[in-house]
């Protein structure tokens, strides 16, 4: 077992941090800091993980569906594709990247609570699997474009199911008041699925909803799959029309730190199987394919950032700032959301964490850190500084803040290196300015 929050990681006979076997210390030497580090094993196990519990415990008639926002670049919709799952895209950017590695649409869910026409026009074109549509403004839109392009728009509805996720704020979303979606208790959802069932140019094959992200209970998933089921059961008791698809969303927790205690993923699917398959027996419905989207627990683990470690400032009786050469522009979580993350000196891995500090980034900007009272090996100028259990969330929420060329990103395959994102460079920056 490793000592480290992913599995990935551990120390070699130099100290050095290493991640898939290789060291860390090395990957940024020659390929420079700021560096992401994916690791392309891990980020296919997890994907294999999720499709084999669908299909142990729901006889796979489900599908796995990425959710590509926590990181997308074409080797990623590659892996995706070639582990056989589907993914879930919010812009035109991501379903365009998605095209670029031929993505078969049909396992394609578009989601996002304000596409553009552009976007639904171009979603419709692709002929993208499932368009989850989120409010009725949207559902007009969708069946006029639907009748220009000569289609059928296969759509599913986004429900607030009015489910407490018990996470973070910011990243919950099930609730009614959210910007996302149907509301489920004021008549809102059903109201408009019988809309939908009278549009000619509309396709309404199920219902999702997602709950909020990084939960470590199983409780909310089989609660929403509780509630989803009800509202199913109305619309065939009440419309006479049977839902066919029923989506979960994502939200499956990860370790960042020592506190937290994420469920074997499996575990999700054999909860919420067990739910809804006896939720059907018990009220005469036929089994839904179900989708799942997970993000996070896909590339999180898999991924580690690497900085070189730059002035030091020692504030008698306040703090210690260990400064590095990146910070919110790759990595905003912290400002955002106060993140957590382990942090270790790639090249003291093997040294006690004696010191207690606060990583700071290099943008014009306080707020711009990737830590406070975090505990790590003695720093010195020159060091390499290794963020854990970032592959989610940093490299797709990255920014050129302050003008700073985002890192590339490094996959890492049975021990070989592939670059998968070119560092930008100055020219880069410039490129659209005229
Ligand atoms: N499906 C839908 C419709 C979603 O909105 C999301 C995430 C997911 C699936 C995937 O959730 P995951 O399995 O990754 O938890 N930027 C925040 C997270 C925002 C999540 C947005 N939606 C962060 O860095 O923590």
Redesign the pocket.
């Known amino acids: 077992m490793s000592e480290f929050v992913s599995k990935n990681l551990a120390v070699n006979e130099k100290g050095h941090l290493t991640i898939a076997g290789l060291d860390t210390v090395d990957l940024a030497k020659e390929y420079g800091t700021p560096l992401y580090v994916m690791d392309e094993d891990l980020i296919r196990e997890h994907c294999r993980s999720f499709r084999e519990s669908m299909e142990k415990y729901y006889d796979g008639a489900g599908l796995v ?1 990425y ?1 590509s ?2 990181f997308s670049c074409k080797a990623m919709y590659r892996i995706a594709k070639e582990e056989g799952i589907g993914i ?1 895209v ?1 812009s035109a950017g991501e379903l365009y990247t998605a095209t670029c590695v031929d993505f078969p649409m049909d396992k394609v ?1 578009y ?1 996002g609570n304000n596409k553009t026409e552009f976007e639904l026009r171009m979603a419709i074109e692709h002929k993208v699997g499932r368009i ?1 549509v989120d409010n009725i403004y949207e559902l007009e839109l969708l069946n006029k474009l639907a009748a220009e392009v000569g289609v059928k728009a296969r759509i599913m509805y ?1 429900i607030k199911p009015g489910v407490d996720a018990h996470t ?1 704020d ?2 919950k ?1 099930g609730q009614i008041d959210s910007k ?1 979606g149907f509301a489920l208790e004021t008549g809102e959802a059903f109201d408009a699925i019988k809309k939908a069932l009278s549009l000619e140019n509309i396709e309404f094959v199920g219902v ?1 909803c ?1 709950i ?4 470590f209970d199983i409780a909310p998933f089989v609660e929403a799959a509780n509630v989803m089921m009800g509202l199913i059961k109305q619309v065939k008791t009440e419309l006479n029309h049977e839902i066919t698809e029923l ?1 979960l ?5 990860i370790k960042y730190t020592e506190t937290d205690t994420p469920v074997p993923y499996a575990d999700y699917m054999d909860k919420v199987s067990e739910t809804v398959k006896a939720l059907c027996k018990e009220r005469g419905l036929k089994l839904p394919f179900i989708l799942i ?8 683990p898999a991924g580690i950032t690497l900085y070189t470690v730059g002035g030091i400032k020692e504030i008698p009786n306040i703090r210690t700032y260990v400064s590095v050469d990146g910070g919110l522009g790759d990595n ?2 912290y400002a ?2 106060k ?1 957590e993350y382990d942090f270790v000196v790639a090249n003291k891995a093997d040294k006690a964490k004696d010191s207690v500090v606060t990583v700071a980034g290099r943008c014009c900007e306080s707020g711009d850190l990737l830590g406070e009272g975090v505990k790590l090996q003695t720093a010195e100028v020159g060091d390499t500084l290794a963020v854990l259990a970032t592959g ?3 490299y ?2 990255s920014s050129n803040y302050n003008r700073v060329p985002k890192p590339p990103v490094l996959m890492i395959s049975k021990g070989e290196v592939k670059v998968a994102v070119k560092r930008e460079t100055l020219e880069d920056i410039v490129r659209n300015d005229m």
Do not use: W
């Not at 909020?212 to 939960?215: A, L, N």
């Not at 989207?293 to 999180?300: D, F, K, Y």
């Open positions: 569906c959710a926002k926590a879930d919010v869910c989601h989850i986004r973070h910011f990243v979303t996302f999702h997602h909020g992200s990084q939960i989506n969303g994502g939200g499956f927790g989207e997970p993000g996070r627990s896909i590339v999180a905003p979580r955002l959301y993140s989610a969330y940093n797709s929420m």
